[in-house]
């Protein structure tokens, strides 16, 4: 009997707790604390701020020139979509499955989100989709790496150029991914992080913004320390930050804590990586023999950056059963949530550009015309895609046992039909 009408479950296993904090992590944030000093707007005790030290050691790892953190993920992409310096009301394409926020950083750099749809295959931004967007007010793209998958960048790059647009990735979700040997964020002019509580790199809150221009970077810098820039060494009782006068800029520096975190995570990002790929690896085998695929990647890649584990289970496979109830079975056969996918974009509850009257200033015919074009794939996608957060495939000695739990409920659908109605859907994480 399925656990969630009253059985036994298929897993009693006490799975891994995100975010992880090491000894050096405890260490680190500890000094800070004892220190009079939690921002980089603290006066210079003869060392660079950490999170100067971060952003620099981040855009190395990520194999880029120059990095600056940030606050939040939501703000880099702000910041990242800013530092293109494009008109107010220039179009931005942006894909049909992404979170609020990728659509919501464009209105709040003054420009206009045009959705796009998505590829079938893996869930990302298709070029061949974006072709039939384009206009004369069209100005950049947002590449956004989804889930575990991401997108085809050689193919991206090549449409943009073609369209001459600018592009920005998004790789909130994509921390250290690796596609044709370079990691992601290092293809587009531009690139943003986020290091919310639940991602693969984690600071409660966080972001960081990548790039190899010289100049871009000098007015990221300035674009969120209210116009001001770093000092090459700061001294002693000194501020590391002063005045630049040539960018006016709002407040987005990361704290002294978050950046403490994170130089502590940052070198264990890639050996964690392996681990979620061998449970990745088994659980992937299982599902593709029960036809619930997980989500594709294009050709090329390298290493996988998993921020949730996504697969299909196709309509035809569900006996009638709403996807909900499914994910809730499942949930309660592993003892950790599963939840089907966002909707797309353009019917996502919380895409609601009107209730903003700054919104509604810069869509020039006031009718968010852009946001509500149809995405059939997106939707599809949406319709049957389920997902779990990437802790458990820390313990990848337990995989084989979350392939078990799903490959329960697949085989008890006639027993979940007859109770369909009476079963909650699980809240996404």
């Known amino acids: ?10 897993c009693a296993v006490d799975w891994p707790l995100w975010p992880q904090l090491s000894d050096e992590g405890r260490r680190r944030v500890d000094a800070v604390l004892r220190s009079d000093r939690w921002s980089v707007s603290g006066r210079a005790r003869g060392e660079r701020s950490l999170e100067r030290q971060f952003a620099e050691a981040f855009a190395e790892y990520c194999g880029s020139q120059y990095g600056v953190a940030t606050d939040h993920g939501s703000s880099s992409l702000v910041l990242a979509i800013e530092s293109l310096g494009l008109p107010a009301g220039a179009e931005v394409l942006v894909p ?7 659509a919501t ?3 709040e750099a003054n420009l206009v989100p045009v959705i796009v749809d998505v590829t079938a295959s893996s869930g990302c931004f298709d070029p061949t989709a974006a072709a039939a967007r384009l206009t004369e007010r069209t100005k950049a793209l947002i590449a956004v790496h989804h889930y575990r998958s991401l997108c085809d960048m050689p193919a991206i790059l090549d449409f943009a150029r073609s369209a001459g647009l600018a592009v920005v990735e998004d790789c909130a979700q994509a921390h250290g991914a690796v596609l044709n040997g370079r990691r992601a964020g290092t293809f587009g002019d531009v690139a943003a992080f986020s290091m919310q509580q639940g991602k693969v790199l984690a600071a409660g809150e966080g972001g960081a913004v990548i790039t190899d221009d010289a100049d871009r970077y000098d007015r990221l810098v300035q674009l969120r320390s209210n116009g001001r820039r770093y000092v090459e060494d700061p001294g002693h009782d000194v501020m590391e930050i002063v005045d630049g006068r040539s960018v006016m800029g709002t407040n987005h520096c990361m704290t002294e804590m978050q950046a403490a975190i994170l130089l502590s995570q940052l070198p264990l990002l890639d050996e964690q990586h392996a681990i979620r790929a061998k449970s990745c690896s088994v659980i992937g085998r299982r599902l593709e023999d029960l036809g619930l695929p997980p989500l594709g990647q294009p050709a090329g890649v390298e290493q996988e950056s ?3 584990y ?11 059963v709403r996807l909900e109830a499914i994910a809730a079975a499942i949930s309660a056969e592993v003892g950790f949530a599963v939840y089907r996918a966002d909707s797309p974009l353009n019917e996502h509850p919380l895409m609601r550009p009107w209730t903003r009257p700054r919104y509604q200033a810069i869509d ?4 968010f015309e852009g946001i509500r074009l149809s995405t059939p794939v997106a939707r599809e996608l949406a319709e049957q895609t389920l997902l779990f957060h990437h802790a458990p495939l820390l313990a990848p000695e337990h995989a084989a046992r979350i392939a078990d739990a799903i490959e329960k409920v697949a085989t008890s659908l006639g027993e979940l039909a007859a109770n369909d109605g009476l079963i909650k859907a699980p809240d996404a994480d």
């Open 364 to 367: 020039s015919a006031g009718e």
């Open 96 to 102: 049909a499955m992404t979170w609020v926020a990728t």
């Open 310 to 320: 996504a697969f299909r289970w196709p309509i035809e496979r569900r006996q009638g």
């Open 306 to 308: 998993v921020y949730k």
């Open 105 to 107: 950083a464009v209105y």
């Open 1 to 10: 009997m399925l656990a969630i009408l009253g059985g036994a479950p298929a």
